[in-house]
């Protein structure tokens, strides 16, 4: 753990000597189980174990303008506990929120975004950008594994990748569009794990959709109900227009994030996306 600055420095070195650190900026992904609390939001705090690591890293982000990356997938908060944690809740459909402070949350993921802004501020940081490098939601799991349905997936995904195209922010960054890394593309057959670990990709290996997004208004939580036969972001039925398209492939063109991960980071955090924070 205590390579991880370093290292992220040295790359950052490297891009600057050929003028590229404007435009490539250097970052790596944790897991939300680096916070020790995340309910409520304001509580955030980072573990106490991993402070000495996370000091540096937040000096860096700061220093060179790079954003601080968490993986947050609340589908393990509802499987820990589906009769605590409201569905409705985690899959961004139409429910009561939960307040804290004048603050109002209609969904966890971005309650877990803001609880790792107030765990930055904690540390004395409010300059650090917050992006979520992976989230979603399995299509299948083990008996087990609550909630792992093709039809909360396509909920989760579709209302979070609708709320995306609105530009939304979270309660405590209204202003901060939401930027998001959706895991995955494809369903994996050969990985290890529990049922759920194969089954988190929108196509099969062959190209056909897993199941079919909603493209109706966001929030509308009925799982894909109305939604095209084949999910294509760029299809003229999506809920992209092509003006945000553009946008989207100019941004991505333009600036770039290099990831850098070490493996000793996933013995350190907990290994999987299984170890996420249970955030109640």
Partial sequence: AASLVPAMQAVYDALAALGLSGRVTVSSAHSVNVLASSFPPSSGAFQEGVAQYVRPLLD????TGSPFLINAYPFFAYKG????VSLPYVLFQPNAGVRDGGLVYDNMLYAQIDAVYAAMKAMGHTDIGVRVSETGWPSKGDEDEVGATAQNAAAYNGNLMQRIAMGQGTPLKPSVPIDVFVFALFNENMKPG???????????PNGSPVYAINAGTAGSGDGGGSSVGRFDPYSSQSMFSAASRLVAVRRRLSSLTLLLVLPVLSAFYGAGRDSEIRHD
């Fill in 81 to 84: 506990s589906p009769a605590s």
């Fill in 60 to 63: 860096f982000h700061s220093k």
């Fill in 194 to 204: 529990p049922a759920s670990e194969r089954n988190y990709g929108l196509f099969y």
